[in-house]
């Protein structure tokens, strides 16, 4: 049962129901919760007990599954469902908004000046600057106030997309494994998964994951199991990162992309804090990202985060303490209050 695994998510009126209908009814019940932060949380928690059940049917010594890298996915995307990174947005906007107008302020002023015979040049630049960092300033602090409550819609639902694509494919491999994976069930499970591309909406991405998850299941060799599941687990984010490509660019204006991938940008694993603008650390090729609406640049940092990180105890580790899940409601920012 999955309450077995995970005692704090209560699922109610599951009699009678198989465990892949239990894992359905869940990931329906987190979808379509109203409140936003219990959205996310819910999803977050079923990643990790998604997690926990791939590691105990393939083997936990050949490392971190998809689900075990989602559920930090999905904390971090809590953060800015929450508007917990609205304060530091509103200053960062407001900080670069504010110097680009000084700077268009002054230059405008000097030509204002001049061609309304004012004078001298540094007084109409002064005039200008101060003019025009007011308004920057103004303008940036709205713009991020704008694009975070965007951000924080898109987000979840983002969230809610990856949960109910790849989770409900989880639990159809987990009845797989569980069934004892048999020529016949893998046979079906295969069957079941769209033909073609994820930019068409298939899943071929996805079944060659899953292949690899098998692979990693049937050998014996800790070193090839854990190659299987690093290849599986690059498959899978791939896809989930196609069909989040909108939501992601959406999330993320135009003009500040850049600023946000270097300045709010993190991604945390465990205690461990990872600034995505920067290379990930003992990796000797370049990996940072500078602008994460890029699909190109996102998967080159998370690709090497697999890697790197695969053997980490951390990823296994529980998303949130029952101290933090209590928090999590008196954490929201008031503007969603």
């Not at 919760?33 to 791939?54: C, F, G, K, M, V």
């Not at 079944?207 to 690899?212: D, E, G, K, L, R």
């Not at 090729?285 to 090497?304: D, G, H, L, Q, S």
Request: aromatic residues 10%.
């Amino acid at each position: 049962m999955i309450e077995e695994l995970y005692p704090s998510i209560a699922l109610h009126d599951t009699d009678g129901m198989t465990t892949f209908e239990q894992w359905i009814k869940a990931i329906k019940d987190a979808c379509i919760e109203p409140d936003p932060a219990r959205s996310n949380q819910l999803i977050t928690r079923l990643h990790y007990l998604l997690s926990e059940a791939l590691a105990a049917r393939l083997g936990r010594e050949g490392g971190p599954n998809f689900h075990s890298w989602a559920v930090w996915g999905s904390r971090k995307a809590g953060v800015t469902i929450r508007q917990e990174d609205l304060d530091s947005a509103i200053g960062n906007a407001t900080m670069t908004a504010g110097l680009v107008g000084c700077v268009i302020g002054a230059v405008t002023g000097v030509f204002a000046g001049r061609w309304l015979r004012w004078s001298p040049d540094y007084f109409t630049a002064a005039i200008g600057a101060a003019i025009g960092t007011l308004t920057g300033g103004w303008t940036g602090r709205q713009l991020a106030i704008w694009s975070r409550a965007k951000a924080a819609k898109l987000m979840l639902r983002g969230n809610q997309i990856v949960i109910q694509d790849i989770g409900e494919q989880s639990a159809r491999f987990l009845g797989l494994l569980e069934n004892g994976a048999t020529s016949e069930g893998r046979e079906a499970f295969f069957a079941g998964l769209r033909t073609g591309p994820t930019e068409r909406h298939g899943q071929d991405r996805l079944a060659t994951a899953f292949h690899s998850y098998l692979a990693a299941f049937d050998s014996n060799d800790l070193e090839a199991k854990r190659a299987a599941m690093i290849a599986g687990n690059c498959e899978i984010v791939y896809h989930e990162h196609i069909r989040l490509q909108p939501y992601i660019r959406g999330a993320m204006p135009f003009i500040v992309r850049r600023c946000v991938t270097q300045r709010l940008m993190t991604y945390q694993i465990g205690e461990r804090v990872l600034t995505v603008g920067e290379d990930v650390p003992g990796i000797p090729t370049p990996t940072a990202a500078r602008n994460w609406a890029k699909i190109e640049e996102r998967m080159r940092y998370v690709f090497a985060l697999f890697r790197k990180f695969h053997n980490a105890p951390e990823v296994f580790s529980m998303p949130y303490s029952e101290m933090e899940m209590a928090q999590i409601r008196k954490s929201m920012h008031p503007s969603q209050v």
